[in-house]
């Protein structure tokens, strides 16, 4: 790297130009802080909620329990250090801070979003029973976050042994693999990573939820035997779906995108400005996260005495999993002759 990009921890200091203001990189700073913050105490009140009352520890929470673990340790690292070095106006870590800085957050922030597509397969598993009457348990939990913390070692270990690299992103306050590099080994590194760390958990992800919502609507067709109830779960599987979905697109895709096309197009010119906006869009997972995923779910719900609005709107979520988790097979079956009825 050179000294350039650390003008503090070098004798460039004084030719040294800043990419922003002053005031800029304090609007960064305060944006920062307004979305790491709550990121920090909603995951923490998950964590401790969790380790407090028993009846949430059960195996299909594990994931969301990992995920927040995931989410607080990118908003401790990532997050703290974004809102102080945007303050200072510069990364004052030096090469090393930055290397494990940049590591430390896309361990994070990788096994946040494995943990992510983790959920939508563990749901796909309980609604629809791909697998039989096999019932979910705790092994399979334990499996599946230790799959999501290997995978995000296994592929972001390699920039500390020379493929890849981390380096300041962005505006320079943050660190991150090296997406603007023209080097052959970083630029294959960067189309592997995106590759097996962004699209494969989201095609995960729409797989999992396009089975899911299949079940559901072949179940709903017998709506008019249960007055319309199932019709009514399918209908807020679907919203929430989608709202999980726009959710990971949000945060991640434009990230993606960014270095995808830069790993491309090595000419094109872009403001650090610019290239700074997805980096930050992907750290607001770290809050949209435990709004999503956790606080609709019932029984956090009870045990934190949130208001009994959203309470009651989750838990009609959950529940409606649930039942068609338990019963879906005498459903489908059912289904299958009611349809057979009216050829």
Not at 296 to 313: A, F, I
Request: aromatic share 10%; net charge positive.
């Amino acid at each position: 790297m050179p000294d350039v990009l650390f003008p503090h921890n070098s004798s460039m200091s004084s030719r040294w130009e800043p990419p922003l203001s002053h005031g800029g990189f304090i609007l960064l700073s305060v944006v920062m802080a307004l979305f790491t913050g709550p990121a920090i105490v909603l995951n923490a009140t998950v964590i401790i909620v969790s380790l407090m009352h028993k009846q949430l520890r059960q195996p299909l929470n594990y994931a969301l329990v990992n995920m927040a673990v995931a989410d607080l340790g990118s908003a401790g690292t990532g997050g703290v250090l974004s809102v102080v070095h945007n303050a200072q106006g510069y990364f004052s870590l030096g090469r090393t801070g930055c290397v494990m800085e940049g590591f430390a957050v896309s361990l994070f922030g990788i096994t946040s979003l494995c943990t992510v597509a983790l959920i939508a397969v563990e749901r796909m598993f309980v609604v629809c029973k791909p697998a039989g009457r096999m019932l979910f348990q705790q092994k399979h939990a334990l499996a599946g976050i230790a799959l999501s913390w290997i995978w995000s070692l296994t592929w972001n270990v390699p920039p500390l042994l020379g493929w890849g690299r981390y380096e300041p992103e962005g505006v320079g306050t943050s660190c991150a693999p090296d997406w603007r590099s023209r080097d052959p080994r970083h630029v294959s590194y960067i189309l592997v990573y995106f590759a097996v760390c962004f699209a494969v958990p989201f095609v995960v992800i729409l797989v999992s939820y396009s089975k899911l919502m299949w079940t559901l609507h072949q179940v709903s067709k017998i709506a008019c035997l249960e007055g319309g109830a199932v019709a009514k779960a399918e209908l807020k599987v679907a919203s929430m779906v989608v709202l999980m979905i726009l959710s990971f697109l949000i945060s991640w895709l434009p990230y993606a995108a960014l270095s995808m096309l830069v790993a491309f197009n090595p000419s094109v010119e872009m403001s650090p400005l610019v290239a700074t906006v997805p980096v930050y869009l992907a750290k607001t997972s770290t809050v949209y996260n435990p709004v999503i995923y956790i606080y609709c779910n019932k029984q956090v719900l009870h045990t934190c005495s949130l208001p009994l609005m959203l309470q009651q709107d989750c838990a009609i979520w959950w529940s409606s999993m649930a039942s068609a988790g338990v019963q879906n097979w005498k459903r489908i079956n059912l289904c299958q002759r009611v349809n057979n009825s009216f050829k």
